[in-house]
């Protein structure tokens, strides 16, 4: 399995530790970071956490967090996650940097990720979980073919859990 992944205008790779930089100051952008981290600000050592785990993910299962660049650009625009949610599976979740949003990035990356967990990774759904607020995310997940299926309570309000079967 490779775990770069590539779509029309974007390329997907896993994050390393040289990308700590990069994602503190992405992740600390107010409108970035508010539905991510449930209005905290996320710190160096929560930054060096998440590259561990997804370095770990990547080594043992195959997913984590990827970085979204454009195919003809220079540095990231966003990024692109499967993690764990709860013990029902695994979510996905997207964030772009503020210049990045209103193109379309977030969902063709997610959609690559999606595609990649039900094909290769051979998950039998994937998941997501949008803050009532997120309207912006909440978009995505439709986009995705996602479709609502429980509302659970958040730090930020009720969280819409969203599914897409194989
Ligand atoms: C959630 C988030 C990634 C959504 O970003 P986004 O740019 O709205 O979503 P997309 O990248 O899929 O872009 C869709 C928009 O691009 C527009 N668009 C423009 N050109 C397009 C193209 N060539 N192809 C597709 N869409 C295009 C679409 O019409 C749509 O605009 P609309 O919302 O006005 O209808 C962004 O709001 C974000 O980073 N939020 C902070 C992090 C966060 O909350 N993440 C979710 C946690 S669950």
Do not use: C, K
Not at 43 to 49: E, I, K, Y
């Amino acid at each position: 399995m490779n775990p770069v992944l590539t779509t029309d205008r974007l390329v997907l790779r896993p994050v390393t530790a040289h990308d700590h930089a990069g994602l503190l100051a992405h992740w600390t952008e107010p409108e970035v970071r508010r539905f991510l981290f449930d209005g905290a600000v996320p710190t160096p050592a929560q930054v060096t956490a998440i590259i561990e785990d997804s370095a770990r993910d990547f080594a043992s299962a195959g997913y984590g967090l990827w970085l979204i660049r454009e195919t003809d650009g220079l540095g990231p625009v966003g990024t692109v996650a499967l993690r764990p949610l709860d013990d029902l599976g695994l979510e996905v979740v997207y964030s772009l940097d503020p210049g990045a949003q209103g193109r379309g990035y977030a969902t063709e990356a997610a959609r690559a990720v999606v595609e990649y967990a039900l094909g290769p990774l051979g998950l039998p759904e994937v998941l997501a979980e949008v803050d009532e607020g997120n309207t912006a995310s909440a978009a995505v997940a439709a986009r995705l073919g996602m479709t609502p299926f429980a509302v659970v309570p958040g730090l930020l309000g009720p969280m819409i859990r969203y599914r897409r079967a194989r």
